[in-house]
């Protein structure tokens, strides 16, 4: 039987990151109230498992606005889950002019984007790193895998160096998500989303002249 020990407010009046809702980026906010919850099971010839989970309130010390702010970490998974309620990146949008997208990029971009409203971390990263294939399929990047694709965008012109370093890091999160099915946090999904925003933009769509309709 596993041993549980509660603990009420040990964090309270501490401050952590958190994306708010209403500021769209990540802000300090107040631990308003707090429960710890640790436990520790008899796994038998493995040794005991153990895990710490914390429930919070948090208030952005922006706008002050309140939202539930859930962590939990054990000793058989080096990963740190935390969750945001409600979803502070529900009804994110996707970019304007989407529709000017090679169909099968705006196709993979558009579900990722739903994955992300839908707090699915997993789906998230995996949808980051097709995004960042398919790119380089419709850019006919060469290379034996996408590490060498990405640095052929250079050599195109496609991309800066910076550009390229950026992409990497998503590349990695997007490996982590597809081989270890591990959830990153809202924060570094919500950034790895602004960067292939950005990017989206400046490969595909501000390069294209404007038709009459997109004037209107």
């Excluded at 002019?97 to 705006?106: E, F, G, I, T």
Aim: aromatic share 6%; proline share 3%.
């Amino acid at each position: 039987m596993a041993d549980i020990e509660i603990t009420k407010n040990y964090r309270a009046d501490k401050k952590v990151d958190v994306t708010c809702r209403e500021c769209k980026r990540s802000t300090k906010h107040l631990i308003l109230s707090d429960v710890c919850l640790k436990g520790r099971g008899d796994m038998g010839p493995y040794g005991d498992f153990m895990w710490h989970d914390e429930h919070q309130i948090v208030q952005c010390q922006g706008c002050e606005t309140i939202s539930f702010r859930k962590t939990h970490n054990n000793s058989e998974d080096l990963t740190h889950f935390v969750d945001i309620y409600p979803n502070p990146e529900d009804g994110r949008d996707a970019i304007d002019s989407d529709h000017l997208l090679p169909s099968n990029l705006q196709l993979i971009y558009n579900e990722t984007i739903k994955s992300i409203n839908f707090g699915q971390a997993v789906l998230t990263g995996m949808g980051i790193r097709a995004i960042v294939e398919t790119v380089c399929k419709d850019k006919n990047a060469n290379g034996k895998d996408l590490y060498a694709k990405i640095n052929d965008l250079v050599k195109q012109r496609v991309l800066t160096k910076k550009e390229a370093d950026i992409l990497h890091e998503l590349r990695i999160i997007g490996n982590e998500a597809a081989h270890e099915v591990k959830p990153h946090n809202n924060d570094t999904l919500t950034l790895a989303l602004d960067v292939i925003d950005h990017l989206l933009k400046g490969v595909y769509i501000l390069p294209l002249p404007l038709s009459s309709s997109d004037r209107s």
